[in-house]
């Protein structure tokens, strides 16, 4: 079994920033991509940002240079910092993680519960 845990969300005014910070543990041999995803009321999940097991990164178009990536490898753990944030911002943050449990086991998504970010004054 394998568990994410994120933490880091919460209320923040507008221009604001906050951390987030995600570990995944349980029985896991390999972590390859690590990202994050957010899904606004009433829109799609979409790519927030993400990283590879080798640090390249890649960030959805709105991001503009706010956010900014990074891992742990030896904790198994992924952040998010998140600078001049707005209201647009607001929605619920899902990280993953692209892992597998075995040497030569498949490599499957994994993800957290998801946490809430509202942007609000």
């Known amino acids: 079994q394998v568990k994410l845990v994120e933490s880091g969300g919460g209320l923040v005014q507008p221009g604001g920033s906050l951390r987030l910070s995600c570990a995944a543990s349980?029985?896991?041999?390999?972590?390859?991509?690590m990202g994050w995803y957010r899904q606004a009321p009433g829109k799609e999940r979409e790519l927030v940002a993400r990283?590879?097991?080798?640090?390249?990164?890649n960030y959805g178009d709105f991001v503009k240079g706010r956010f900014t990536i990074s891992r742990d490898n030896a904790k198994n753990t992924v952040y998010l910092q998140m600078n001049s944030l707005n209201a647009a911002d607001t929605a619920v943050y899902y990280c993953y993680c692209y892992l597998n449990t075995r040497w030569t086991g498949p490599f499957f998504d994994s993800w957290g519960q998801g946490t809430q970010v509202t942007v609000s004054p």
């Open positions: 990283i590879s097991s080798g640090g390249s990164t």
């Open positions: 349980g029985s896991i041999f390999s972590v390859n991509a």
